[in-house]
């Protein structure tokens, strides 16, 4: 059974930090990558970062500059690290993993910024 299990989410004031964990376990075949997205309080899930098992990086326009997703493929786990957090940025951050088998998800970690 393939499981992500997310962690890290919480409150924070804006200008703050957060770092999200995600671990994937029950995976098989080989992953190509992993990332993160989020979903805003009534707008559709979007990208937030990506990282290929090749160390390749992809991020939004709207995170470049404060976000870092990393990764530890030998145990299959994807970092974000998250800096001067705006409200903007408040949402569910999903993990997902694209693999041979096809796609997964997490149930998704809150992040919440408000002063």
């Known amino acids: 059974q393939v499981q992500l299990v997310e962690s890290g989410g919480g409150s924070v004031q804006p200008g703050g930090s957060l770092r999200l964990s995600c671990t994937a376990s029950?995976?098989?075949?080989?992953?190509?990558?992993m990332g993160w997205y989020r979903q805003a309080p009534g707008k559709q899930r979007e990208l937030g970062a990506t990282?290929?098992?090749?160390?390749?990086?992809n991020y939004a326009d709207s995170v470049k500059g404060r976000f870092t997703i990393s990764a530890d493929n030998a145990k299959n786990t994807v970092y974000l690290q998250m800096n001067s957090l705006t409200p903007e940025d408040t949402g569910v951050y999903y993990c997902?993993?694209?693999?041979?088998?096809?796609?997964?998800w997490g149930q998704g970690t809150q992040v919440t910024v408000s002063s």
């Open positions: 990282i290929t098992t090749g160390g390749t990086t």
């Open positions: 997902g993993a694209s693999t041979v088998e096809g796609n997964y």
């Open positions: 029950g995976i098989s075949r080989s992953i190509y990558g």
